[in-house]
């Protein structure tokens, strides 16, 4: 048992890997509204499905035109992120700006509508991709530039080319969102809008602005994500937002929901832990534990980081705002 462990153990830490960054790239749009608005946006996880059915769509349709793989996925990339954007400005648009004019103070109000507006969004993809295709099942066309793979440290290790891209851009969203909130003028007005929104708008500063250009930035992510995970895991449906959307929630709370190194962090944390779970709980049981325990997982931790260090690994405690 030992040396099936041992052997598996380079691949389990890659897989882990993958996962995280899936994770954490989902983790970035909810804590990027939670660091402003303070709202769970629930949202999130079918902004990020939106973004992958886009991408199975821009693969269907232009891969026959489109010989370049990586061309191709740029423009999925590009695709899936602006229209997940857009879907994102709607939503803060018609959904939370009117509960935050009207001056609503119970938070369960705000939580509740998007719980609504994720089921919304769910059968509305649903309705569109069943009169289009007239199925809702979909899966990513295969590309061969993108379809290659190497083998790392000996054999070890089977990585496929499309991992290598799917951690080359979670990195660079992560450094881009970084630069963006901490060294430009919208980075600033973020972050004062976030401290004081009040205070903000007499300033100069117009809130709605600034808030939907949050949502835009945070659902483009979101879209991105959503490609990617297309991408790598190639199956889609217009429920398959559901459960990476809780676990990359369960990140950003791992991590320190509002912090931008935290909502990484916590992915990649999420993500091997998992996958470690999910290998190494059936060769422990002899098979009387299944792969499916390692969703109880992730649940686990989110309520332990609750009970033990709610603020998360890279959270500050903060005093409530009066």
Do not use: C
């Not at 100069?204 to 949502?215: E, Q």
Request: proline letters at 3%.
């Amino acid at each position: 048992m030992l040396e099936q462990i041992l052997t598996l153990l380079p691949q389990v830490i890659f897989d882990g890997l993958i996962l995280g960054f899936v994770y954490a790239m989902v983790a970035l749009g909810y804590t990027m509204v939670y660091g402003v608005l303070e709202l769970i946006n629930f949202a999130h996880s079918e902004i990020f499905m939106i973004g992958a059915v886009v991408g199975v769509e821009v693969f269907r349709y232009l891969a026959p035109q489109v010989e370049n793989g990586l061309l191709l996925l740029l423009l999925a990339l590009v695709l899936g992120g602006a229209v997940a954007g857009i879907t994102a400005i709607l939503v803060e648009r018609f959904a939370y700006r009117p509960l935050r004019k009207r001056g609503t103070t119970n938070r369960l109000v705000p939580l509740i509508t998007a719980i609504g507006v994720s089921f919304i969004l769910q059968d509305l993809v649903r309705l569109i991709e069943g009169l289009w295709h007239n199925e809702f099942f979909l899966r990513m066309r295969t590309v061969e530039d993108l379809e290659g793979s190497v083998e790392l440290f000996g054999g070890a290790i089977f990585a496929q080319n499309k991992s290598f891209i799917l951690m080359g851009v979670s990195i660079l969203m992560l450094v881009g969102l970084t630069y963006l909130v901490n060294r430009t003028k919208l980075g600033v007005a973020i972050r004062a809008v976030a401290q004081d929104l009040s205070t903000a708008s007499l300033m100069g500063i117009d809130p709605d602005r600034i808030i939907s250009r949050t949502f835009l930035i945070g659902g483009s992510l979101g879209g991105v994500a959503g490609v990617l995970f297309a991408l790598q895991y190639t199956t889609i449906t217009p429920y398959v937002g559901f459960l990476p959307g809780l676990k990359a929630f369960t990140a950003a709370v791992l991590g320190g929901i509002g912090n931008i190194p935290g909502a990484m962090l916590g992915g990649l944390v999420l993500g091997q832990l998992e996958n470690f779970f999910g290998t190494y709980l059936p060769i422990l049981t002899n098979g009387n534990f299944g792969t499916e325990y390692k969703d109880v997982v992730a649940f686990l931790i989110l309520i332990l980081i609750l009970l033990l260090r709610p603020q998360g690994l890279l959270g500050q405690v903060v005093k409530e705002k009066v």
